[in-house]
Structures are given as structure tokens and as C-alpha cells.
């Protein structure tokens, strides 16, 4: 950066444990929101919002889940999809069931549904995360594919989940928030950025806190955390909820603001697959990362497709289709032989050499 | 009494039709056990090596019209040429990278071997031809499906000879010597590239032989890949350095899902082959974390 922390003294704890402590980095996540909250709704096109930074947002909410569990906790999983899916049918229950207090008819108000979702995906989580307490490694990754087949499963074969909908597709409710109605995209955009901001914020709270050491201690050599008194039970189990909250609320907003209508095929492998990506590709164990690596493998595809075209070169649909994966498989490759870290450490290792620019010595 | 014997046939039927079908889980699960023993790098791509040695196999066939003996032998040509590709722009590239890494770089591995395969050899469904037999054969009311039998044996071949590779030939015992420790291997002068690039091509020679068996099955198509998702369980029920387990975790994964599909199957909606070996192998490894003959895992601080 073109900036120090000289000169900035630090005159109590609170002061230096703050979670920006420099000024200019204050200054900037302020820009960063002002533009995401009033630039980007004001000057982008309504196919820019509704189909890349929509997506974009919600993918990076999933990935700070997969992130949390995965970058911080160590514990690989492959079941984001399905807990995505539970918190999308969860979120469903919830805003379909109305209840009665007197001659008062009413429904559960959308923003504590879409939170309620995320506690249901929870609970689920943490019945999944149990395993992870004797399995550990590569052997957890598969095991954690059991809960992805089974939540898949369960959602196409129970009618109860989609109201008994014959297609077994379930369509959302209007997005009404005390009365007002989030239609066009730019408000649904507001809307999913509300969510994200807050709970990417906590999420970065969270990772620096005692559970977030807690965290980090599991990941680094479980048994020495044990001896030092994290107690892998809680530790393990608490990321897994956590995570999974992420991942529920990610997966109630994918259905309610970005489909609309949803199937459970929306949150099958592939899903868990590609968040995966973003967390490896975007830096594991950086809240940061997530949000790169989530819009390198969402833009990604965009660009690569849009690419034959716009150079005029005519080829079928299908070959494009094959091509894109070749050259997404070669990214990949390249990005983790150039930086293995991910991304976001790039940006860590361009911020160390700027501050010493231009005279490292 | 009638329906009693008509009903442990058909027992025995789907307890076979399931082993075997089980033997051609072990095939792929053989692959991924070679590569993690040799060098610790979990093989996503395995799946996407064996549609893509398949594929490369009934191109060249079609392409040159040749017997599809010499169409195999191209294709071993094909896999030994990716294994160098793999161990020199790949892996060689992340040598003492974490294991997670190096998973992750066997995923962009399956996504190009996925889209390259398709781009040169197409994408329609091919069908493998080999002269393999299909139809069933009636052994005593028990009816057998003759391919699946020529599977099972040709799974049985491969694990001789492995074994015999293995403990009996220079190179065999050169790649035991690596996965027990690659520092001391490489301290009595073997060289760690080549025995990776060995172990590839053994693995690409096995997906090769497991892609036929899969395509004279259900046609080469991009499906094949996905089936290889089905050899994970079995990897984590055998234990992921143990040849045997492999074997007899495909068995187990195979005749398990197939009696479960059958008989719990009805009670809960069906469908239930999707999720079942998921689900056994995540309960057995609760009892013994590191699958039925994966090597004890003693850590320290």
C-alpha cells in the first residue's frame, strides 16, 4: 500500500484490536461499501445485476461458509450443495407455514425465515459434522459427499419438504420486507447485499475471536489444540454450525432472490464442487479469498464463452462447452502452481512489497 | 417352500450381480489406491483418465480402423504420454505442496481431460465393441450376466498382476520403496519422477481396462466419469493404500448397495443406490477410522 501505520498511535487495547486498525483501510472498506451499496445499483444494467452480482454475492456467502469449515477449521467438506439445499427448502417450510394468534392470520416475516433457514441448515450440519470427530483428511472429504447424496436424495424423494408440489419444484414468495416489496433487480441486489455485508462482517469477527482460534488450532494439529484445552467437540462441531449457517442462508437467498423457482438438482455436486473451488482458488483461510475466488469462477465461465464470438470465431455450442472446460482445467492448474495459497495471498504479498516501495532496503 | 427357493435365487442373483458389479468399483478404486500409495496425491482425476483413455481407445479405432487390439495398445501409448504430461506440468510443478493442493490440481486435471477428450473424439455415446459377450447364463435358476462375469475375472487379472509387479519386478519393488518413505527412496538412488511417471501409467493402464469393461457396459460416454464418484466409497471402506481393500471394499460396496436397493429400497421411495455406499462406508469408518486395511494412522505432536 501507499500507506503506513506510522504515525497512527494506539493509545488503549480496544483501539488496537480493532478490526481495521489503520485508517486508510477503514477509509477504503468504506468506499468499497459506498460503491457496492449506492455506485453499483445506480449504474449497472439490470442483466449485470440480476445475473453476475447477484450470483456473485451468494456464491461468496457460501464460499465464506465452505471457507470457515474448510480454511479456518481444516475439515474438507464436499456437502455445501446439500446443506445449501436445506437451507432453501427450510426457508421454503418456513415462509409457507402460517399460524394464528387470535383472529391474526400470519406468516413468518421473510429476513427471520431466511435466518431460521440458516439455523435448520445448522443443526443439520452439525448432525453431519459428528463423523469428523473419529475421520479425519481425505477420508472426511468422501464421507462428507454421504450427507451431499443424502440431502439430495431426501429433498427429490419427500413431498412433505416441497408442499408436495407434483414436479417437485418449489416456487418462492414475493420478497416482502414490512410491507415493502423487493421486485426489481436492483432492490433484490440491495437486498442480498444487506446479507452479505453484515454476515461477511461477523464472519470476520468470528475468525479472530477465541472460536475462530479455536478454529485455527484444530486445523494446524488437532491433538496438540486438545492438549493445549480447545476441546475438539465443541471447536468441530461449532464450525461445522457455523459453516453450515452460512451455506443455509446462502442457499435460502439462492432460491428466493437469484431463482425464484428451485429443484434440488440446483444444489447438486457440482455446487459443492465449485464452491470448493473458489475457497482453494481464492485463498483458504481468508474471508477475502472467498469473494475473489468466487468471482474468478463465476466470471470466468461468462468471459470464456463470450470469447469465440467476439473474436468472430464460429464454432458449435457444444465444442465451446468442451473448450471452456479445457481452459478452466488449465486455470486452475496455473493459478495453484503460480500461488498455492489462492489468490487473496497475492494480494497479501503485492500489499508487503508496496510498503517498502520503492526503497526495499 | 417354492416361493422360499425362488426367493434365495433370486437372493444369490443380486448378491452376484452385486459383487460383480462391485469388482468393476474395485477396477477404477485400484487406480486411485496406486497413485495415493506412490506419491500421497489424492486422483480425483481417475474417473476423467479412464473416459478419456476409453474414449482415446474407440477413436483411434474408428479413426484407422484397426482391430481393437492394436486401438488398445495405442490407447497405453495415449496414457503412458499423459502420465509424463502430468508428472512434468503438474505435479512436478508442486512438489511439497499440501496434500489438499495437489487434490485440488487433480481436479483441473478432470476438468481438461474431460473437455480435451470430448473436443478431439466428440461427444455422442460410442459404442465399445470387443467381441465381449453379453446375455445372461442360467446356472442352476441363477441367471448371470455373462459380461459382468468377464468383468469380475478381468478385475481378478489385474490385481495378479499388480501383485506379481509389485513384489517380484525391480521397478515394483522401487514403487513400494517410495510410498513407504520418498526421502529414504531417494537417498538410495531412485529417482521420484520416474517412478511417478510409472505409477501414472499403471494407473492410466487400469483406467484403460476398467474404461472397456465400463464402456462395453453402458457405451463410452461422458457418464463414465461420474461413475468413478462410486469407487470413493469403496476407497474409504478398503482404506486408501491398500490394494486388497480395494478388492474387497468394491465387494462389499457393490453387493451392499445392490441388496439395499433391492430389499430396503421399496420401504423408503428407491432410489436409495445414489446415497447407500456413502452412507455404509461413513458408518464403518466411525469404528475404524482408517478403512479395513488402510495403514494406521499414529500421530504426533
Known sequence: MFYREAGQFKSSYKEDQAIFPILQDRIGVGLILLIAFFGIPLFASEYVLSAVMIPFLILSLAAIGLNILTGYAGQISLGTGGFMAVGAFAAYKFATFSFMIGQYEGTVPIIITILLAGVMAALVGIMFGIPSLRIKGFYLAVATLASQFFLEWIFIKVGWFTNYSPSGVITAPPLEVMGYLFDTPAEKYLFTLGFVAILAMAAKNLVRSHIGRGWMAIRDMDIAAEIIGFKPLNTKLSAFAVSSFFCGVAGALWAFVYLGTVEPEAFNINRSFSILFMVIIGGMGSILGSFIGAAFILLLPIFLSNVPPMIGWDIGVDLVAHIEFMVFGVLIIFFLIVEPHGLARLWTIGKEKLRSWPFPY | ?301
Not at chain 2, 444369490?12 to 487406480?31: D, H, K, N, P
Not at chain 2, 461427444?123 to 447364463?137: A, E, H, Q, T
Open chain 2, 1 to 301: 417352500m417354492e416361493t422360499f427357493i425362488s426367493d434365495f435365487l433370486f437372493f444369490v442373483e443380486v448378491l452376484l450381480s452385486g459383487l460383480l458389479t462391485g469388482s468393476l468399483y474395485s477396477l477404477i478404486a485400484l487406480g486411485f489406491v496406486l497413485i495415493f500409495k506412490a506419491s500421497g496425491v489424492f486422483n480425483f482425476a481417475q474417473g476423467a483418465m479412464m473416459l478419456f483413455a476409453a474414449l482415446s481407445m474407440v477413436g483411434i479405432q474408428e479413426m484407422l480402423g484397426v482391430h481393437w487390439t492394436v486401438a488398445f495398445l495405442l490407447a497405453v501409448v495415449v496414457m503412458i504420454a499423459l502420465a509424463w504430461c502430468v508428472e512434468k506440468f503438474v505435479l512436478g510443478k508442486l512438489v511439497n505442496q499440501e496434500p489438499i493442493i495437489l487434490f485440488m490440481a487433480t481436479i483441473g486435471v478432470t476438468f481438461f481431460l474431460d473437455g480435451f477428450g470430448q473436443t478431439v473424439w466428440g461427444s455422442d455415446i460410442k459404442v465399445m465393441d470387443i467381441g465381449l459377450p453379453d446375455g445372461v447364463f442360467d446356472v442352476g435358476g441363477i441367471f448371470i450376466d455373462q459380461l459382468e462375469l468377464v468383468a469380475g475375472g478381468t478385475a481378478a487379472v489385474m490385481v495378479l498382476v499388480l501383485a506379481v509387479f509389485f513384489n517380484k519386478t525391480r521397478i515394483g519393488r522401487a514403487l513400494r520403496a517410495v510410498a513407504d518413505d520418498h526421502q529414504a527412496a531417494m537417498s538410495v538412488g531412485i529417482s521420484l519422477r520416474f517412478i511417478w511417471i510409472v505409477v501414472w501409467s499403471v494407473a492410466g493402464l487400469v483406467g484403460l481396462v476398467a474404461g472397456v469393461m465400463w464402456g462395453s457396459k453402458l457405451g463410452v460416454q461422458f457418464s463414465l466419469s461420474l461413475i468413478a464418484l462410486k469407487a470413493l466409497p469403496v476407497l474409504m471402506l478398503g482404506g486408501f493404500t491398500s490394494i486388497p481393500g480395494a478388492i474387497i471394499g468394491g465387494l462389499i460396496i457393490g453387493s451392499g448397495e445392490k441388496l439395499a436397493e433391492i430389499y430396503l429400497g421399496p420401504f423408503v421411495g428407491g432410489a436409495i443406490e445414489n446415497w447407500f455406499a456413502y452412507m455404509l462406508a461413513m458408518v464403518f469408518l466411525l469404528f475404524r477410522p482408517q478403512g479395513l486395511f488402510g495403514e494406521k494412522i499414529i500421530e504426533r505432536v
